[in-house]
């Protein structure tokens, strides 16, 4: 399936194909604060619509993903990052997906603010 996804103000707009299983929903400082729910998808399974030169990218605690946001709205819709192999990957904010129930979306907690 291909979802479409956007900011707020939708400056910032993306396609994603795939199955969404279940969203990871983190508490570490950052992502409880923006209320993200994730969704791990390989890089190649997310299309870019926006110039990248165009986000701004914030990173915290390891720099593991780099969480790109839209500088007009501040809403962050993904993030880019590796997998544990070193593959490729993008974590969609599924918060920001056309058409998607957020509740009836499986959560898996992960203690983020624990590592």
């Keep these: 399936m291909n979802y479409q996804g956007s900011c707020h103000c939708g ?3 993306f ?3 795939g ?3 279940p969203v990871i929903d ?3 400082s950052h992502c409880s604060r923006k209320g993200v729910l994730w969704w791990f998808v ?3 399974a997310m299309t870019l619509k926006t110039d990248e030169a165009e986000l701004s990218t914030y990173f ?3 720099h593991v993903i780099q969480h790109k946001f839209c500088p007009t709205c501040g809403c962050q819709p993904f993030g880019l ?3 544990p192999a070193g593959n490729p990957t993008a974590a969609i904010n599924a918060r920001c997906l056309e058409g998607v129930e957020i509740n009836k979306l499986k959560r898996m907690a992960y203690g ?4």
């Design 11 to 13: 400056r910032t707009r």
């Design 26 to 28: 983190c508490n570490c």
């Design 15 to 17: 396609e994603v194909h």
């Design 81 to 83: 990052g590796t997998d």
């Design 19 to 21: 199955e969404i299983g």
């Design 60 to 62: 915290f605690n390891k």
């Design 42 to 44: 390989p890089r190649q």
């Design 112 to 115: 983020g603010r624990s590592k």
